[in-house]
């Protein structure tokens, strides 16, 4: 080295507060998650702890054990987020694989399909469900047109219908990073393995399929968690018979004024969550999650 | 046809008949996902007071309460305000935090990119009732310099995200080059880096303007008072009645969308697109 030691010392201070310098550039951002989300989610953390009475106290915890209505609320939101995620990958996979295998200028155009609910509003996409689904609504006209069902069938404020309208909000969710995880699998793989005799279910089972655990993955454990705090749509769709945690939290609020109770439902929601995540990411690594798309 | 039906269609030999199921579905799924929303906009051009399709009279009713309407307008307006400066605020913070995330080297970066994630992770009603409390003490409730920060905050990971991965592909010996030429970081970064991650940054503040446009939970417990949002409007007017002025409002919403779609691809047309 032609630098001196002293020179060097100093160009490793440089480097030093080089990295500081650019690291502080995400500064704002941090100051930002940190006021608006962080510390008023702490401060829930402890105003969950307090009693009716002002007091600490486990009430609102206990209160969540005692009670069968929370336990049922708890399960319902399971339920639900695992139904939407197993329609989510029925449904996704097989149109994922589709895109993966067509040419590049027509896989795009069907990502649009895929983009255009996406980045449509969520309210909006709501709204059309409510409204295709309702009693006197398109799908039971058609049904009814059609001979399929006699009488209006109910799809609406029902589990049915939270469940229609989720998987369609969800679904982009998994398709994008599957779809990714799909164009990276190098096709070769198959080629050598129907040379060597393996029939085509056989090549996409043992070659394909394995290949894309990564993507679909990342892309369910996305599609649940988000399920499991999900408000507006289960909020209009459900229309109050499926009863969701996150509902219960705001009805906590605006109907009683316990925040008390809110909080705690909250803590168990977000600590149920970050479980998921950190089971989740032994096998997957997380960035993987929201890398996969667009 | 029969020919095509009898071809191989991968390379695992399957032919094209084989699969049919697969193409079937496949288009299936794709109109499903596209076409539910669309039906808003037909009805949305309905004289009656119902809900009906094919409407049987066409009349421009429900847009005309709309535009006549003085709390549907004042809240077009909150949410649009508040929409344009989420996309300024969340932009350059996000592009910034993801920039500074990928050039420097420290350990801490894990770190800071989780928690600049988290607020997609977290529960969104749980950030709604954390802010709800926090803007209570800080005095912001109701107001719109609360309303935009919340919103900055949920478009912060998708800015990061969406930059972030902008960045790995991108070559930054480019940047280096720049820099040992004489130019200052900024200067380097400005004119050498942004231009060639345009269609990311343009995405991204796309993505914070529909984020805060279309945000529901949070401008329900922070923007109410005398400026309550269009989608907490909306959500309220859902929950009660099939009101048609939804219709009509979600057809223009859909025609927004449409129009930042348009946008996204015009100005951020580029081959390195994320």
């Known amino acids: 080295m032609a630098v001196t030691d002293i020179n060097a010392g100093g160009l490793r201070q440089d480097e030093r507060m080089e990295r500081w310098r650019l690291f502080g550039l995400s500064s704002p951002a941090l100051v930002l998650v940190m006021v608006i989300l962080v510390i008023p989610v702490g401060w829930l953390f402890y105003v969950s702890f307090i009693g009716a009475d002002g007091t600490f106290s486990m009430e609102n915890y206990e209160r969540m054990v005692k009670r069968k209505s929370y336990a049922r609320i708890f399960q319902t939101t399971f339920e639900v987020s695992l139904l939407t995620t197993g329609l989510c990958i029925l449904i996704g996979y097989p149109l994922a694989y589709f895109m993966s295998q067509l040419p590049m200028k027509w896989a795009n155009l069907c990502l649009i399909a895929v983009l255009l609910p996406f980045w449509t509003s969520l309210l909006v996409r709501t709204y059309a469900w409510l409204v295709l689904l309702q009693r006197q609504g398109l799908i039971n006209e058609w049904g009814m047109g059609l001979g399929l069902w006699e009488e209006p069938i109910k799809m609406v404020h029902n589990l049915n219908g939270t469940l229609i309208g989720m998987v369609h909000i969800m679904l982009p969710f998994l398709i994008l990073p599957v779809y990714g995880a799909m164009r990276a699998i190098d096709r070769d793989y198959l080629k050598a393995a129907s040379n060597l005799g393996a029939s085509p279910a056989r090549a996409f089972w043992t070659v394909f399929f394995p290949l894309s655990t990564p993507g679909l993955f990342a892309g369910s454990l996305m599609v649940f968690i988000l399920c499991l705090g999900f408000f507006v749509t289960p909020a209009v769709l459900g229309g109050g018979t499926v009863i969701l945690v996150s509902m219960k939290i705001v009805s906590n609020i605006e109907l009683f004024v316990n925040w008390g109770a809110a909080s705690a439902l909250g803590v168990v929601l977000l600590v149920l969550t970050m479980a998921v995540l950190w089971v989740a990411s032994r096998f997957v690594r997380l960035e993987q999650m929201t890398g996969g798309g667009h | ?274």
């Open chain 2, 1 to 274: 046809m029969f020919k095509w039906l009898k071809s191989p269609a991968s390379e695992t030999q399957i032919t094209h008949g084989q699969r049919m199921w697969l193409y079937v579905t496949s288009v299936i799924t794709m109109m499903l996902l596209v076409l539910p929303t669309f039906i808003v906009i037909p009805m949305s051009f309905s004289d009656s007071q119902y809900l009906e399709f094919p409407p049987e009279t066409w009349s421009l009713r429900w847009y005309r309460h709309y535009f006549g309407s003085p709390e549907w307008m004042q809240a077009t307006y909150t949410s649009i305000k508040a929409a344009i400066l989420t996309m300024l605020v969340a932009t350059p913070i996000g592009v910034l935090a993801a920039y500074g995330l990928h050039a420097t080297k420290l350990p801490y970066i894990r770190v800071a990119f989780v928690l600049l994630i988290t607020p997609m992770m977290v529960p969104v009603v749980l950030i709604a009732i954390g802010a709800f409390y926090a803007y209570v003490r800080l005095q912001l409730l109701y107001t719109m310099t609360g309303l935009v920060l919340a919103h900055s905050l949920l478009a912060i990971p998708l800015v990061v995200i969406v930059t972030g991965s902008a960045l790995k592909s991108y070559d930054m010996n480019q940047e280096n080059a720049a820099r040992s030429l004489g130019a200052p970081r900024w200067k380097a970064f400005l004119t050498i880096t942004l231009p060639q991650i345009r269609f990311a940054v343009v995405t991204s503040a796309l993505l914070s303007f529909l984020t805060s446009f279309d945000e529901v939970v949070i401008a329900m417990f922070i923007s109410g008072g005398d400026n309550p949002t269009l989608t907490r409007n909306m959500f309220n007017a859902l929950r009660d009645q099939i009101d048609p002025t939804i219709a009509s409002i979600s057809t223009l919403m859909i025609g927004l969308t449409t129009l930042m779609m348009a946008l996204a691809v015009i100005f951020g047309r580029n081959k390195n697109s994320a």
